[in-house]
């Protein structure tokens, strides 16, 4: 089983900055994929950015891409996201999540392992 949990969530003002981090535990695998999802109130959830966990290729919603840049730290079983420029748009909780699969999805449903989830809240 893996276990996710994120952290570095808060409260910015819009133009700012905020980096989420998501540490892994339990059992991994190199072909993983690794994505980040959000959720506002009242809405869906909604793909944000993935990447693979051996190669590093990426792929981000256009809603984020240019602002948002998603990583990993292999040895620390670690993955980040990066995120500039935050719009009020942007608040949402935030959750990473985990696919054993090797290709990447934008599909919620594609992900195995999911954590709690960090609140992100951007001001104007």
């Known amino acids: 089983q893996v276990q996710l949990v994120e952290s570095g969530g808060g409260l910015v003002q819009a133009g700012g900055s905020l980096r989420l981090s998501c540490a892994a535990s339990?059992?991994?695998?190199?072909?993983?994929?690794m994505g980040w999802f959000r959720q506002a109130p009242g809405k869906e959830r909604e793909f944000v950015a993935a990447?693979?966990?051996?190669?590093?290729?990426?792929y981000y919603a256009d809603s984020v891409k240019g602002r948002f840049t998603v990583s990993r730290d292999n040895a620390k079983s670690t993955l980040y996201l990066e995120m500039n420029s935050l719009k009020p748009e942007d608040t949402a909780v935030y959750y990473c999540?985990?696919?054993?699969?090797?290709?990447?999805?934008?599909?919620?449903?594609?992900?195995?392992?999911w954590g709690q989830g960090t609140q992100v809240t951007v001001s104007s």
């Open positions: 999540a985990a696919d054993r699969r090797a290709i990447i999805s934008i599909q919620s449903h594609s992900y195995d392992y």
């Open positions: 339990g059992r991994t695998f190199s072909n993983y994929v």
């Open positions: 990447i693979t966990w051996s190669g590093g290729r990426t």
